[in-house]
């Protein structure tokens, strides 16, 4: 994971000294790592301090699994498996994986904005149409029934 008990530490420290009205979480809250549900999310949101998560299709990994890197390096064999199950639920219901990967930050009540990134011209339109994708509940409740993300981790609803 790329957020660490030292960055954690840092935050609580740095929201200490200074009166924070917003932070940025970059890799730490995505489909696939959600360590961020551990300290940072519940400090920002007991503080009021809104949360921008960057990264949300890991660099590129939740957008086309096996096809970029995972966080900028070769993907570990657990996230591939994750990645390549959440993919199979999200094609049982017609829905992209990325659609599922920009949203899902969302559904936490801390976290204001994501920063998807972009590439191209191009990309910036796409991700608005992933963000608008309509989602089944039975994504979410598939991928907790499979294991694939916690039971009390907050996911969208509609």
Same mark, same amino acid.
């Given at each position: 994971? #790329?957020?660490?008990?030292?960055?954690?530490?840092? @935050?609580?420290?740095? !929201?200490?000294?200074?009166? *924070?009205?917003?932070?940025?979480?970059? %890799?730490?809250?995505?489909?696939?790592?959600?360590?961020?549900?551990?300290? +940072? *999310?519940?400090?920002? =949101?007991?503080?009021?301090?809104?949360?921008?998560?960057?990264?949300?299709?890991?660099? %590129? #990994?939740?957008?086309? &699994?096996?096809? $970029?890197?995972?966080?900028?390096?070769?993907?570990?064999?657990?996230?591939?498996?994750?990645?390549?199950?959440?993919?199979?639920?999200?094609?049982?219901?017609? @829905?992209?994986?990325?659609?599922?990967?920009?949203?899902? &930050?969302? !559904?936490? /009540?801390?976290?204001?904005?994501?920063?998807?990134?972009?590439? $191209?011209?191009? =990309?910036?339109?796409?991700?608005?149409?992933?963000?608008?994708?309509? +989602?089944? $509940?039975?994504? #979410?409740?598939?991928?907790?029934?499979?294991?694939?993300?916690?039971?009390?981790? /907050?996911? &969208?609803?509609?």
């Amino acid at each position: 994971s #790329w957020l660490t008990d030292a960055h954690e530490e840092l @935050v609580e420290r740095l !929201a200490a000294a200074v009166d *924070l009205d917003f932070l940025v979480v970059a %890799g730490g809250y995505t489909l696939l790592e959600t360590r961020a549900l551990r300290r +940072i *999310l519940p400090f920002c =949101e007991a503080h009021n301090i809104g949360v921008i998560i960057a990264a949300p299709f890991a660099s %590129g #990994w939740l957008v086309n &699994p096996g096809a $970029t890197t995972y966080m900028y390096g070769e993907a570990p064999v657990e996230i591939v498996d994750r990645s390549n199950r959440m993919q199979e639920i999200c094609a049982r219901h017609n @829905v992209p994986l990325a659609a599922a990967a920009i949203q899902f &930050p969302l !559904a936490h /009540p801390a976290v204001a904005a994501v920063i998807p990134g972009a590439k $191209t011209p191009a =990309e910036p339109r796409q991700n608005h149409a992933l963000l608008r994708t309509e +989602i089944p $509940t039975a994504v #979410w409740q598939d991928f907790k029934t499979a294991g694939l993300l916690g039971v009390d981790v /907050p996911t &969208p609803s509609h």
